[in-house]
């Protein structure tokens, strides 16, 4: 059971980091400056996304330590 929750965490952790870069990628102008409408939602966006690639990474290697006991057992 523990390889079932290991992949489901390790794929939430890559769609998780894919997503915040992807955002950020999107928010660009072709001086490669990203651009917000407001000095809020810049504060509110980056914290966000922060947050969220944060908790991606730990997902990742919580995903990666359960499919690796898998394996050593």
Do not use: D, H, P
Not at 27 to 53: D, H, M, P, Q
């Amino acid at each position: 059971m523990s390889i079932f929750f290991g992949i489901i965490f390790l794929c939430a952790g890559c769609y998780g980091v894919y997503w915040t870069g992807k955002r950020s990628f999107n928010r660009r102008n072709i001086a490669g400056i990203e651009e917000f409408a407001s000095y809020g939602k810049a504060l509110g966006t980056r914290a966000i996304e922060k947050v969220v690639r944060i908790v991606s990474w730990l997902a990742i290697a919580l995903g990666g330590m359960a499919t690796l006991a898998f394996f050593v057992r």
